[in-house]
Each structure stands twice: as structure tokens, then as C-alpha cells.
């Protein structure tokens, strides 16, 4: 099945700082979607961008579908922007693969 | 965004016991559900595809026999953990897609299962 690689595994910010975020995957995909996990496990859906590139308020992400990748990118980072980031790809049937997240800290 | 809920958010029971989880989509038809696991500090895996009106395919490794999944209409699926036993304890997510592969697929909230 469709191997999905996250970078880096964990990261540090201070407030204000931006940051990206990267998610490799082994194969052509149907969807790829990006999602924050809060402290209380709830998965929060940021984006559907199988491509192309998409901007909601401080959070923008990017998929070159054609090179296997997508990046999202978290500018003027808040306390609140803390937590797991998990990035999902599917190629078939709607079954989508996790990577295994990045642990997003950042201190005030 | 379509909405997917899953009940109960939280649930404590004892070992032996069985323990019904219940997804529904809240304002889509959604013939295709899946039920993922998640273990602390680990990601998401998939544990089945429940499709509607048939029986739910199961990915390697996961029995099923003990977690039973039954998607009764287009807009409910339930996950049944029969016998539950400590090491079953876990956050499990279940997420839907309105119908059609090619879409968005919308999460629940979770459920964090705790057998004692």
C-alpha cells in the first residue's frame, strides 16, 4: 500500500515564528487531506488538497502531486497552533493512510 | 463541511464486557464508512471498511469476530469491541465520505475506550 512520510517528527516554535511542514507519499493519490489533532484527540480537518495550492487565515498548504508531496505551512505561529499534525493520503476504495504526524509546540 | 458524529465520546467498562460505538452522518449519505484506532502518542490506523447493507472488510491483523461492524443504513455504522480486555483500550475514529470516492472524508470526534 501507499507508504506516507512526515517531517520533521517534532518541532519547536516561538510564538510569532513560522514554520513548514512536509508530507512525502509513495504514490499517485486520489485525495490528501491535513488535520490537527487538539489535546482532546479530536481530529480537525484543515485541508482537502489532493492540488494546488489553498489558504485559509494563517494556514496555507501546497501539494505537488506530480513530485509526491504536500506542504503546509503555519505562518505568525500561536500557543494554540500546539498539537499533532497528521497529513492522509488514499489511492483507492477511500481508504486514507496516516502518516505519523509531527508534534507541533509552541512556546509563548 | 458535512458533519460526522461518534458516540459516546468517552466510555470506562469492564474487562469481559462488550462496548458499542456508533457513527452517524449528520447530513450526508454516506455509503462507505471506516473505523480507524488510534494508541497514545501513535497515528491512525485503519482497522475497516464498513459498507452499507453488506459486511465490513477488516485490513490484516485485525479480528473480526471481536471488533463487529455493522452499517445497518446510509447513515449509521456501529463498531461493537466484544470481550473487551485492557489491551483493546484506545482512541477510535471512525470518518465517512459522502458518496463517491473522490471527495473529502469527514471525521468524528473519537472515542477513547478504557477497559479496566
Known amino acids: 500500500g501507499i507508504q506516507v512520510e512526515q517531517s520533521p517528527p517534532d518541532l519547536i516554535l516561538q510564538e510569532g515564528a513560522n514554520s513548514t511542514l512536509r508530507c512525502n507519499f509513495s504514490d499517485s493519490v486520489n485525495n490528501l487531506q491535513w488535520f490537527h489533532q487538539n489535546p482532546w484527540g479530536q481530529l480537525i480537518n484543515l485541508f482537502y488538497i489532493p492540488s494546488g495550492t489553498k489558504q485559509n487565515g494563517r494556514l496555507s498548504a501546497t501539494t505537488v502531486a506530480t513530485e509526491r508531496y504536500s506542504l503546509l505551512y503555519i505562518s505568525s505561529s500561536q500557543t494554540t497552533d500546539s498539537g499533532v499534525y497528521f497529513c492522509a493520503a488514499d489511492t483507492n476504495a477511500g481508504k486514507s493512510t496516516f502518516g505519523d504526524g509531527t508534534t507541533l509546540t509552541v512556546k509563548p | 463541511g458535512a458533519v460526522v458524529s461518534q458516540h459516546p465520546s468517552w466510555v470506562i467498562c469492564k474487562s469481559g464486557t462488550s462496548v458499542k460505538i456508533e457513527c452517524r452522518s449528520l447530513?450526508?449519505?454516506?455509503?462507505?464508512m471506516f473505523w480507524y484506532r488510534q494508541f497514545p502518542k501513535q497515528s491512525l490506523m485503519l482497522m475497516a471498511t464498513s459498507n452499507e447493507g453488506s459486511k465490513a472488510t477488516y485490513e490484516q491483523g485485525v479480528e473480526k469476530d471481536k471488533f463487529l461492524i455493522n452499517h445497518a443504513s446510509l447513515t449509521l455504522s456501529t463498531l461493537t469491541v466484544t470481550s473487551a480486555h485492557p489491551e483493546d483500550s484506545s482512541f477510535y475514529i471512525c470518518?465517512?465520505?459522502?458518496?463517491?470516492?473522490?471527495?473529502?472524508?469527514?471525521f468524528g470526534q473519537g472515542t477513547r475506550l478504557t477497559v479496566v
Open positions: 470518518s465517512a465520505r459522502v458518496k463517491g470516492l473522490n471527495t473529502e472524508a469527514f
Open positions: 447530513d450526508f449519505q454516506a455509503t462507505t
